[in-house]
Every structure is written in C-alpha cells, then in structure tokens.
C-alpha cells in the first residue's frame, strides 16, 4: 500500500491547504482550518485538460469545507496537471484538437480516451482514498462521496462501481457508451448535472446515463445551455447534496 | 377592482397568518413575523383535490417566510377548499374517480378538468395579486414569484403567460397538452420538478413541458420516484430559487 507524503501545507481564509502525493500521483487536501475532529471526506475528480487545483475545483472545495466542514481531496487525472503524459495521451489529444479544429464530433474520441484514462485512474482514486483514511481527522468510520463532471464522471462511475465506501456521488456532462453498464451497477444516492441544449453530448444520450444508474434516490439537474454553460449554482447545490446526506448542514 | 379583506390574524413560530377573500375568493398570507419591511412576493397554487392551508402549502410557506423572510399567499382553486362545487365540477371529479377505480388513464380527464379550472382561476390569481400590491409591506415595486406543481402548475403557466409582474416561478408534474404553447410564451427564470418513474405523466411528456419554455435561464430537477413521490428536498430547492433570484440568503 502506498503511503501519503504531504509536500506543502498553507491555509487562507479558514481553509487549510495541503499538497501530498501517494505512490507519486500529485493531489490536494482541503481541510477547515479548525480543529482535528473527524469529519466527511469528498473525492473529487477535473475535468479534461483541466488539474488537481483548477478554479472550479478549488471553488467547489472552498464551499464544501467552508459550508459543511469536509475535508475535499482531487488528485491529477494521468496525463494531467504534474504529470507526464505518454506517447499514448500525446496521440489522443492530438486527434481531439484536430477533430475540433475540422469540426468533427469530439465525442467519439473523448469517451474512447477517457475510458483509457479511467483504466489507469481508478486504483489510484483507491490508493489515494487508502492513504487519507489512514489519516487521524479523516478515519474509516466516516463517510465518504465523490463530486465529478465531464472526464471526472468518466473516472467516477468506474471508480464508484468498484469502491463500496462511496456512499453519494454527483455526476454529470459525459455520454452514457462506456459508463451506462457501469451506472447499472450503482445504488448510491446520486445528482446527476447535465446541459439541456449541450452541442456535444445529445440529449437524449445524457438523459441515457442518468437512467441507467440503479440508484432509487437519483436527481437529475438539467439547465438550459450549451456544454461548458453549466451554472455556477450547481456547486451549491452539490454542497447542499452532500450536506443532506452526511449530516450536516450547508 | 376587489379589495382585500382580512377575516383572520394569528402569529405561531414567528410566521403571521392571516385570513383574507378577494371578490370572494378565500386566500391566506404568510409574512415574517417582525417588521413592516417591503419583501418580495411568492403567490403559490396548490395541487388538485387540495386546498390553501394544506401541509404542502404551510410547509413551503413556513420555509419561505423563515428562511428567506418572503410574503407568501395562496389562494383556493375553483371548487377546492371553501368553495363550492358547481355541477360540472362534481361531474369531472366524479369522472375522474370512475377513471381511477377502473384503472383507467387520469391523464385525459386531469388535463381537461385543471384546464377548465385555470380559465377560472387565472383571473382571480390576478386580482389577488392587484389587492396584494395594495398593502404597504409587498407594494409594486418588488419581485414576485409563483410556484405550484401539478394543478398549481396547470393555473400557474397559464397566470405566469399572462401577468408580467411574475419575474421568477417553479412548476412541475403535468402534462403538456394545454401548457406547451403558454410555456412557449413564458421567458422568466424556471425550476421544473418531474417525476423520473411517474405513472400518469409519461417521462416524455413531463420533458416535453420542460422543454416548452422559452425561459433562458430553465432548470429541470428530475427525480427517481412515482408521481407522489417527489421528495421533500424539491422545497428547499425551491426556496433556494428564489432566494437566489430576489437576492435574499436562505
């Protein structure tokens, strides 16, 4: 088992930030400043092209911890943020700008790529979720969720169908090919996001993945707008989500 | 124009209660407690078979007032609550309960009934929102919302098409027969709650709905369940909305 190596440690406006690594994969570990009492834990994944500390992780972090208490870890997906990429990412990437420069459908490409990603993502999202609760303030006894949209989603199914200390996950933005038999196999509490006008993902494909989580408390939140047009409020309403279902109040 | 009269005034947990008719029609409205201070408005519509003071009212006005220091009013719908039934309302309702009995679809009778009862209702929505402007603590400058589901929302797109004082509104649960071409008119700010699993709301006609209005800003919170089953949290989400959009904290 991998340990966790903390490599900084700095806190701003109540929220204590910490760098570690766990089997040299780069996360961060957000914690409210006060106290040492054990307290949830939510894992959360970026989105394509994005890393660990992006402005919309780091936002969603700040209002988890300073809304509920939680402590928010993310790591860098592989080929992301800190770490290399392979010939493998190099390739792929390559062909998503191309089809994007032409016009093409991204969508082919992007579900082929990130259920490669998700291959190598998954047993470190495990090693990583090992390593914290090794930690005295997080614990195994808590409980522990999971918030990712786009490739954070394509990572979260396959993670979640694996990992049975998940215990409520919001998901959202990707297409259901290489994830809905995955989602048939999640009971969890689920908060599902998506775009009703997404020029990407279609309709009825979004509308697809949500139905095929086996969940029987699952919410589907769909807003008016095109893919990237996701509303800043969907945030809050996440940490409303989390703060229901593990107690505390947001 | 009718004026408002009060027929009643009691204050229970910090949310004042009073009994009012305009041109007969009996409504009730919840204030803060404290204070004369000008607040936004929420008129609410309840559901069929239902009346103004039932627990889904109290419960949503009590979270809008305390919450978010909201006015809140309801009226009763034609034939509901203290008011009589003319001959062709017990006939509908008479019909609709041989359809239940026989395990008929509702849909039919529900969407011609409620239809019927918002051409009745609509004017009287409006004249208790022209005597509700009169009193000094809602006044005319203020935003007001509107929320109902089901029947509430049966009466409720057709007033919202109708009043442009209506600025924010969250609907839900019915089909789009008699509502699609009002959604269309309809571009205020819109929550929309479905049921995932209803069984008289076939899922493409509850999103067809949806989808009807023209509203830029639209959200549909779409939840795993049978037609009675929406969860309790949909309220908070509702205040929320509106907490967001008059720009109070909740």
Redesign the interface.
Known sequence: MHSLHFTADTTTNGVRERDFTVGGVPGVLWSPESGADRAPLILMGHGGGNHRKSPAMAGRAELLVTGCGFHVAVIDAPGHGDRPRTPHDEQEIAELFRARAAGEPEGPIVVRYNAHLAERAVPEYRATLDALQELPEIGTEGPVGYFGLNMGTAIGVPFVAADPRISAAVFGLHWPDALADLAKQITIPIEFVLQ?DDEHIPRESG?AL??AFA??????????GKHKET?R?EA??AV?FFA?HFGRTS
């Open positions: 009703w509308l949500f139905d969940s029987k408390e699952k919410t589907l939140h769909a807003n008016a509303p409020f809050h309403n409303h229901r």
